[in-house]
């Protein structure tokens, strides 16, 4: 399955359950993605290359995840020049915050089921 179809795949069943609590999402779930939600999540936006430098990954894998994320209507990207270079920065829409609250919750859970 290609990067688009997964995502679109995803975003399908996201619509379906966009506001229920504990709604595992496969798109957040990558473990890189899930990286960049959570840092995200907890500001208004962050720079693309402060985003790569705290994953410690290459320019082209973090495009490809915020590809992934904002295929899904996730993530928005704003482009700006700020010290006469065009910077990019990364936003988490209120879907993708929706997304990345309800998968947390969905992990959270898992981890507390009580043994059988």
Do not use: N
């Amino acid at each position: 399955m290609t990067r688009r179809a997964e995502a679109a795949k995803a975003a399908k069943a996201a619509d379906a359950t966009d506001d229920a609590t504990g709604a595992f999402d496969t798109v957040v779930h990558a473990p890189q993605r899930l990286r960049i939600c959570a840092m995200l999540d907890a500001v208004t936006q962050i720079e693309f290359g402060l985003v790569q430098e705290r994953l410690g990954v290459s320019a082209s894998v973090l495009s490809k995840h915020v590809s992934v994320l904002m295929d899904a209507g996730y993530v928005e990207q704003r482009k700006a020049v700020r010290d006469t270079r065009q910077r990019v920065w990364l936003v988490l829409t209120a879907k993708g915050r929706a997304a990345y609250r309800g998968h947390v919750a969905a992990l959270r859970e898992i981890v507390d089921q009580p043994p059988e």
